[in-house]
């Protein structure tokens, strides 16, 4: 058994922050004998004094101040305890599993959690980032509550269009593609690996005459690495490049045609969840909310 009880250390925060015992009484519906008593109890279980007064005023001794100190964020993670029970009583989900295609940028992904976070602090968010075209993203998209995908997926849910990602072929800044003329651009491609996204510009790639070698990374991540160290060219998501691309680190190639391409992404909700919930209407307002850049 403990020594202390979160009543007792509540109390002590209490008449610190309030500044006696009588108005600690009054704020927790208790008797001033009760908090003095509950008080004289934590400090001898202690062994340390905590409390002295100067004038009418309850002050912390400094081992009260290091103790209390320590003891605030037990206080608080407590009361954030009770404040979810509270919320799940009140009929609030516990979660929302949610599925997004890697390509989606990072940057507003995160804007949206935490938005979604600070309205609704009782429910978590369990996230998979998944290339569409792997077969466990199809797997794990069946238990989803919340999809954003580039098909629309009906069989799942109802979908709709959310925004398209902007795809613009690039090249390090020191590649040899960029020491050729612009005319040159579009013949040179043959000769060196083109970078893809697993899954991406299938469509496009069947139709493309050029037969340049084809190297294939599982994230977008691995693939803008790939081309920052010039292992070859391609097109990658522009709004997670932007960095680079405002640095000169990577540029874009002066290609005649097919320079930029687009990818849609569809907002899907579970067919179950019509009409969602409070938390999942938030999630997918918030995502609708961040579709312009």
């Not at 509540?10 to 922050?17: A, D, F, R």
């Not at 980032?129 to 999809?147: M, R, Y």
């Not at 593609?177 to 060196?192: C, I, N, P, W």
């Amino acid at each position: 058994m403990h020594k202390t009880t979160l009543e007792q250390w509540s109390l002590l925060e209490s008449v610190v922050e309030l500044g006696s015992f009588a108005r600690t009484a009054d704020a927790m519906y208790r008797s001033q004998s009760s908090v003095s008593y509950n008080l004289a109890q934590l400090q001898e279980r202690l062994g340390v004094t905590l409390l002295t007064l100067e004038g009418r005023r309850a002050v912390l001794t400094p081992a009260g101040r290091l103790l209390l100190d320590q003891a605030k964020p037990l206080l608080a993670a407590f009361h954030a305890l009770e404040s979810r029970a509270a919320d799940l009583h009140n009929g609030a989900r516990g979660s929302i599993d949610l599925i997004v295609d890697t390509v989606f940028p990072r940057q507003r992904l995160f804007a949206i959690l935490r938005e979604f976070q600070q309205r609704h602090p009782a429910t978590q968010v369990r996230l998979t980032e998944v290339l569409e075209s792997d077969p466990q993203a199809i797997a794990a998209s069946k238990d989803a509550d919340v999809l954003v995908l580039t098909r629309r997926e009906e069989s799942v849910g109802r979908g709709e269009w959310l925004m398209n990602v902007d795809f613009v072929a690039v090249a390090h800044h020191e590649h040899p593609l960029h020491q050729l003329a612009s005319a040159e651009v579009d013949e040179a491609l043959s000769r060196y690996p083109q970078i893809r996204i697993a899954g991406r510009e299938r469509e496009q790639a069947a139709r493309e005459s050029r037969t340049s070698e084809q190297w294939t990374f599982s994230t977008a991540d691995a693939a803008i690495e790939a081309v920052m160290y010039q292992v070859g060219y391609g097109w990658l998501p522009q709004e997670r490049i932007q960095a680079q691309l405002a640095a000169g680190t990577l540029k874009a190639l002066p290609l005649a045609h097919g320079a930029r391409r687009a990818t849609p992404l569809h907002l899907i909700v579970k067919e179950a969840l019509s009409p969602p919930d409070e938390q999942v209407a938030t999630l997918l307002a918030l995502f609708k909310a961040n579709r312009e850049a």
